[in-house]
C-alpha cells in the first residue's frame, strides 16, 4: 500500500504538447509538493500546497500549474512543453504545523518526463 | 545562494570500509538535519535525521555527527556494504514546516565489492 503514489512513471512526449501528472496520498498528510530533479539529481521545490491553499511558488514559469482538488491529491498540469522540462517530478507530503511530528518529506517515486 | 553545501559529489569506497559525508548550513534557524537516500528509479527516503540539541545520532551502521558551533553536520556509513550505493541528500529545515527543506546536491556513492 503505497503511501505517496504519482502517475504515470514515465511520459515520453514532443515539445509543445501539455501533460499531467497525478500525485496522491494515503498519510493523512496536510501539506503536499512537488519538487523537480534534474540530470545532475539536483532537487528543487516547485510548489507547496497545505490543505489545498498554495503556500509556494518557487521561481517556476507559468506553465506550470497545480490544482489540489482536496488535501490527499496534488495534480500538475504543464503545457507548451519545453526541452527543458525533461527531469524527474517527484511529488512528496508532510505533516506541519502544530501537529507536526518530525518535518519528514515522504517523496513518491517519481515521474521521468521526456520531452522530444 | 546556496544554504547548504554537501560534499564529495561522488564517493567510491571499498566494501567494508566507512563513508563520510559533509554538510555545511547558513541559517540558524534551522532545527531539523535529515539525511535522504535514494536509489535509482525510486524517490528520496528519509535515512536518519538530527536536531540540534544532540551531537550525534546513531541508528545502526549509520551515524550523524552535528557541530552546531561549526553549521556543520556530517553522515558516517561504517562497514559500507554494496547494498549502500545510493545517493545521499542532506537537507535542513525548520521543523514544523519541511516545505522550507534546503537539500544538498547530492553525493553519490559507490561501494565496490
Known amino acids: 500500500d503505497t503511501a505517496v503514489s504519482q502517475t504515470p512513471k514515465y511520459l515520453v512526449t514532443q515539445m509543445g504538447n501539455d501533460k499531467s501528472i497525478k500525485c496522491e496520498q494515503n498519510?493523512?498528510?496536510?501539506?503536499m509538493y512537488w519538487y523537480k530533479q534534474d540530470s545532475k539529481k539536483f532537487l528543487k521545490i516547485m510548489f507547496s500546497?497545505?490543505?489545498?491553499?498554495?503556500?509556494i511558488n518557487e521561481t517556476v514559469p507559468n506553465r506550470f500549474s497545480p490544482k489540489s482538488p482536496d488535501k490527499a491529491h496534488l495534480n500538475l498540469h504543464i503545457n507548451s512543453l519545453e526541452l527543458g522540462d525533461s527531469a524527474v517530478y517527484f511529488c512528496?507530503?508532510?505533516?506541519?504545523?502544530?501537529?507536526?511530528?518530525?518535518?519528514?518529506?515522504?517523496f513518491g517515486e517519481g515521474s521521468r518526463l521526456t520531452v522530444l | 545562494q546556496q544554504q547548504v553545501k554537501q560534499s564529495p559529489q561522488s564517493l567510491i569506497v571499498q566494501k567494508g570500509g566507512i563513508s563520510i559525508i559533509n554538510c555545511a548550513y547558513e541559517?540558524?534557524?534551522?532545527?531539523?538535519f535529515p539525511w535522504y537516500q535514494q536509489f535509482p528509479g525510486k524517490g528520496p527516503a528519509l535515512l536518519i535525521a538530527?536536531?540540534?540539541?544532540?551531537s550525534e545520532k546513531k541508528e545502526g551502521r549509520f551515524t550523524i555527527s552535528f557541530n552546531k558551533s561549526a553549521k556543520q553536520f556530517s553522515l558516517h556509513i561504517m562497514d559500507s556494504q554494496p547494498g549502500d550505493s545510493a545517493t545521499y541528500f542532506c537537507?535542513?529545515?525548520?521543523?514544523?514546516?519541511?516545505?522550507?527543506?534546503?537539500f544538498g546536491d547530492g553525493t553519490t556513492l559507490t561501494v565496490k565489492p
Open positions: 512528496a507530503s508532510s505533516q506541519d504545523g502544530a501537529s507536526g511530528i518530525t518535518g519528514e518529506l515522504f
Open positions: 498519510l493523512g498528510h496536510d501539506t
Open positions: 500546497y497545505n490543505n489545498k491553499e498554495l503556500i
Open positions: 541559517n540558524t534557524a534551522f532545527d531539523y
Open positions: 538530527i536536531r540540534p540539541d544532540v
Open positions: 537537507a535542513a529545515s525548520i521543523k514544523t514546516n519541511a516545505g522550507k527543506s534546503t
